[in-house]
């Protein structure tokens, strides 16, 4: 068993899918069941013995300062965070891996799953039996995963956090570096790196109950878990838009997000539930505008 050093929350992306929420507060900041996302993994990892914390932040950062004089926690700023894809978090807190976990802010754990000790590197999963689109892994007899493939059923797959024991950390930023200036691993997730290193880089499965760990890629499903945003989407957009077309917060549904070629998001489509009528939303403008019927 080795002590754990540190937590490592990411927090710098934009989480553009969570629209329109994720426009008007970075979504690590919103509020379920009546606690902040990241603040409930903050006191998850604290209750755990977990003294040092740190958070990447990058999408509008300075909303996250106050995390520093209410929890302690150290705030390392990704400059990177549009340009490359979350390898560039890592990157930016390669001083603070050791033995570390490494989170995502947006994950709600239903139980604590922190632990001031771990006995090996591992990723967190749960199992489907039904078909998921989610990256779906399978081990070795000594229980290390050996392969990881987008989609499959009787499945774990990959879900919230990870823990690095100190030479799996040292062995990743060596690969990761000698990668990193080369075009194509901008995009790259960081574990689309470690994918790629399953013979070096050592993880175990650490398998989970179902609906242990839960990530709300969208309004529609966080609602299906907090009732509440089905009547009150916390939305200053989606408010005004009820008013404008005077229909209550719950009858807008199935938001998606529009991007523009350059991949920022630039609005959102959805449907009113009662109606079946399409409307795009263009945040620059604020104009709506119906779509389809």
Request: charged fraction near 25%; include cysteine; hydrophobic fraction near 40%.
């Amino acid at each position: 068993m080795v002590k754990v050093d540190n937590a490592i929350i990411m927090a710098a992306g934009t989480s553009s899918r969570f629209a329109p929420l994720s426009y008007e507060l970075p979504k690590a900041l919103i509020t379920v069941k009546g606690e902040v996302l990241i603040e409930r993994q903050i006191k998850q990892l604290k209750v755990a013995g977990i003294k040092q914390i740190v958070v990447v932040t990058g999408y509008k950062a300075e909303k996250f300062a106050y995390l520093a004089e209410k929890f302690g926690v150290v705030l390392v700023h990704n400059p990177d965070y549009l340009t490359r894809n979350n390898n560039s978090s890592i990157n930016a807190v390669r001083d603070y891996l050791h033995n570390s976990y490494v989170c995502s802010a947006d994950n709600y754990f239903v139980t604590n799953p922190f632990e001031p000790e771990v006995d090996d590197s591992y990723y967190a999963a749960e199992y489907s039996e039904e078909y998921t689109k989610e990256w779906c892994l399978t081990e070795d007899a000594a229980g290390y995963i050996d392969s990881v493939k987008i989609g499959s059923s009787q499945a774990w797959y990959m879900i919230g956090h990870t823990f690095w024991s100190n030479d799996f950390s040292q062995k990743f930023l060596a690969i990761m570096d000698s990668i990193y200036d080369q075009p194509t691993t901008a995009d790259m997730l960081w574990e689309d790196i470690y994918i790629q290193h399953l013979d070096v880089l050592k993880m175990k499965i650490r398998k989970y109950p179902p609906q242990t760990i839960l990530e709300f890629d969208t309004l529609d499903e966080l609602r299906q878990f907090d009732h509440s945003y089905v009547t009150d989407t916390r939305s200053t957009i989606l408010k005004a838009i009820a008013r404008k077309l005077s229909i209550p917060e719950s009858e807008i549904v199935k938001i998606k997000t529009l991007k523009s070629v350059t991949n920022e998001a630039i609005g959102f489509t959805f449907l009113v539930k009662q109606t079946g009528r399409q409307y795009q939303y263009l945040y620059g403008t604020q104009e709506l505008t119906v779509t389809g019927d």
